[in-house]
């Protein structure tokens, strides 16, 4: 059997160049195991341990709406003794947007 | 500190393999998956489990299988994840998504990943069944109305880059909003049935051409996820491949901010990365009364050891002596290697 690449065009002399190309453009931020979704493309978590801060950050989450559909969860962990805040988002866009 | 580990730190995650039971006997399954394996995790150990899991700082549920959704518990399972305010995924071939089952997704998964191997009849061929492309097509309509996240992972061999053009844009016609490129493992079933097949470090590095050709021209449209490292970025982070020392106060520390992912597999065993990694590196078993104590005392014991089985992988990894190519399968080098240590030491 011929290799998958074989039959796209691109030589294994021109390989390097294509990689120095590529990497311009592309960039691997994570790499996920097999039979796990790449989460991180669709949605985010961020922990917040200042109190304060919790609505600040759930604000400027919500400000993205119009743009953007956000949903937005709250969890707080540590339970009894609250050390943190998890904000689950989910950012998608508008239909059509 | 929260170490990044190869997701980045703000998800740990937890992959949950409640069954091996399958409607399909893919060539390339890395769990040896089927019809006839009935192993499964009773409800109960998994959502005790996941309790002591979130206390310990894990905030997403991966689960995959076998078919997932031949777990009769499953839905139980899922609200129970969600209760705890973890993030749900769910990897299934797709070929059994009905209204019923499309809507309870909707109420618990926040990212659905479907099967997708190819062209139809490449898909037929690996899933080893004639018509499993036309019956995971035909849900997809399902899952768009129910407005489920959803996105396609593909396996990628030596053989089928060249199909990965006509993946993308069949992923954009159904509406996905991810495709993901992950290396065929040569694990399990796939040891046999396609030994030879994954594609080698050349192959990976077409792939990246290729990946970053078709996320450029459908840029804005669909995310095209490529599950390989980079040796220049993890020269540059070692902590992205737990190359590392333990740290100091690990035993105090949670496991989520030490290890992710970790696997829950059928069996109960509870290991670090990677399916079927070496039961010398297990965590825990979830069905043992101890669970928590024994995720405690491998914070002392196995964390450091298994951060040295990483450590070697990296050194090799990142030796210009050892490689032509950018890019490899960082898991599948930590389970052969740990696979290695075995060896060694029966013989």
Known sequence: MARG??????SAASLEKALTAAK???????????GQPAID??????????FAHVGTVVQQLAA????????????????????????????????GG | MNCQGPNGSEFRVVQLHPTLRCNLKCRHCYSSSSPQNAETLPPGTLTGALSILRDEGFNVVSVSGGEPLLYKPLFEVLNFARSLGMTVTLTTNGMLLSKAVVGQLAETAQLLAI????????????????????KMSRNLELV??????????????????????????????????LLQVHPLEEEGRASEELSGAAPDEEELAHAFVEVARLQALHSGKLAIQFDAADRVSIAAEPARAFAINPVENAAESTLGSLMSPIVLEHDGTLTPLQYGVSRDYQI????????REQITSWKSTGYPRLLNLCSRVYRQAIDPSQYTYPFFNWYSAVLRASSHDKLVQIA
Request: hydrophobic fraction near 40%.
């Open chain 1, 64 to 95: 993205q709406q119009g743009k953007l559909q956000v949903t937005l969860e709250v969890f707080p962990y540590g339970i009894i003794n609250p050390e943190g805040v998890h904000i689950n988002f989910n950012i998608q866009q508008q239909p």
């Open chain 1, 5 to 10: 690449s074989s039959k796209l065009g691109v």
């Open chain 2, 115 to 134: 099967s997708l191997d190819g062209i139809p009849e490449s898909h037929n061929q690996m899933r080893s069944h004639p018509q499993a492309f036309e």
């Open chain 2, 144 to 177: 768009r109305n129910a407005g489920i996240p959803f996105g396609f992972i593909f396996a990628l061999t030596l053989y089928n880059l060249d199909e990965l053009a006509w993946v993308a844009q069949f992923a954009i016609e159904q509406g996905a909003r």
């Open chain 1, 24 to 34: 311009v453009s592309y960039k691997i931020e994570r790499w996920w195991k097999y």
């Open chain 1, 41 to 50: 493309q669709i949605t985010g978590v961020i922990n917040v341990t200042d």
């Open chain 2, 284 to 291: 825990a078993n979830a069905t043992a009364p101890d669970f």
